[in-house]
């Protein structure tokens, strides 16, 4: 109540701040293109308002009371707030200050967003970037909480609450050993580095593998809490193969570790393998499935104010994306 009563103590105030200028009422109705009358009946009613006369009516030209002194230098400092504020705003839309907070998978991070992250600091040195590397439920919390301005994520979020963008899609491949025996009898359906760095969509149905003929050899996959699992058993139970599993670890890149060491064949994104030296302890496969495709989503809350440098980094993502999506 306190704060609007002081609010409400300046509502008259470009008004009143002419006369004092003008050290007059008839000289500062014709600056507010009002008649004089009018203006001295609404000071007249303000100063009612506020329990104190502003200006001495006795004196020619006219001039201020005590309180009517203390009442300029008051809305002067407002006035230099209020244009303090306008830099600020003015600031923000250029992108010229401001902060820009994301959350983001062990994958998404790494993988997807390196290149955007560098232009957009690049491009606006003066914003203060925060990138968090999390997982979706912590991420989804934070967001909530009004700590985070944007989630990028594989996992869908509920579109009730949350603005989603597609940022990005990838494949699901099999990594398998090259030494297991497997591989013999499915070398003409093996993929190259630069089949799965640059022509994975593209790859024709022939080509692909169904899971049923890797059923029994051992497999490194991720935990159970981890999406990407989620994904991959939905690929398992597809081609109902129940996998032989003697390791489940936390990140897919230990997968992929694993995997380059023998340990065991597993299911990650070529995303990972594009950012990686090429291997020749493994080999690639597409898996004949449509639930290998797997997309990369930007999230926000729905109402929250989209900040200038929200927005920028969005569609900075968007120009970085798959041209197939």
């Known amino acids: 109540m306190k704060i609007v009563e002081e609010i409400l103590?300046?509502?008259?105030?470009?008004?009143?701040?002419?006369?004092?200028?003008?050290?007059?009422?008839?000289?500062?109705?014709?600056?507010?293109?009002?008649?004089?009358?009018?203006?001295?009946?609404t000071i007249k009613k303000a100063e009612e308002k506020i329990g104190c006369p502003i200006f001495d009516r006795t004196q020619k030209p006219v001039s201020l009371t005590p309180f009517g002194v203390e009442y300029i230098q008051a809305l002067a400092r407002v006035y230099s707030i209020e244009e303090q504020l306008r830099n600020v705003i003015s600031s923000i839309k250029a992108l010229e200050s401001g902060e820009l907070s994301i959350g983001g998978s062990n994958l998404s991070?790494?993988?997807?967003?390196?290149?955007?992250?560098?232009?957009?600091?690049?491009?606006?040195?003066?914003?203060?970037?925060?990138?968090?590397?999390?997982?979706?439920?912590?991420?989804?919390?934070?967001?909530n909480a009004g700590k985070l301005d944007l989630v990028i994520t594989n996992q869908p979020l509920d579109e009730r609450k949350y603005e989603q963008i597609v940022a990005n899609e990838e494949q699901l491949l099999l990594v398998v050993p090259k030494d297991f025996e497997v591989n013999k009898k499915q070398k003409e359906k093996q993929l190259t580095v630069e089949d799965v760095q640059k022509k994975i969509t593209q790859i024709p149905h022939e080509m692909c593998v169904p899971l049923s003929v890797?059923?029994?050899?051992?497999?490194?996959?991720?935990?159970?809490?981890?999406?990407?699992?989620?994904?991959?058993?939905?690929?398992?139970?597809?081609?109902?193969?129940?996998?032989?599993?003697?390791?489940?670890?936390a990140q897919s890149a230990l997968a992929y570790?694993?995997?380059?060491?023998?340990?065991?064949?597993?299911?990650?994104?070529?995303?990972?393998?594009?950012?990686?030296?090429?291997?020749?302890?493994?080999?690639?496969?597409?898996?004949?499935?449509?639930?290998?495709?797997?997309?990369?989503?930007?999230?926000?809350?729905?109402?929250?104010?989209?900040?200038?440098?929200?927005?920028?980094?969005?569609n900075m993502c968007l120009h970085q994306r798959a041209p197939n999506i």
């Open 9 to 41: 103590m300046f509502e008259q105030g470009q008004y009143i701040y002419c006369v004092y200028k003008e050290q007059s009422f008839s000289k500062a109705a014709d600056k507010l293109f009002i008649s004089q009358p009018s203006l001295s009946a």
């Open 109 to 143: 991070i790494p993988y997807f967003l390196p290149k955007v992250i560098s232009q957009f600091s690049k491009t606006y040195p003066n914003i203060q970037l925060s990138i968090y590397e999390m997982n979706t439920l912590e991420a989804q919390h934070f967001l």
């Open 214 to 249: 890797f059923a029994n050899i051992p497999f490194v996959m991720l935990r159970q809490e981890n999406y990407l699992r989620k994904c991959t058993d939905i690929l398992f139970e597809e081609f109902d193969v129940f996998p032989r599993i003697i390791l489940e670890v």
């Open 257 to 314: 570790n694993f995997a380059s060491l023998g340990v065991g064949a597993t299911i990650i994104s070529n995303a990972l393998i594009e950012k990686t030296e090429k291997n020749r302890t493994l080999c690639f496969y597409k898996i004949d499935s449509a639930h290998t495709s797997r997309k990369s989503f930007i999230y926000y809350r729905k109402n929250s104010f989209v900040t200038p440098a929200m927005n920028e980094f969005v």
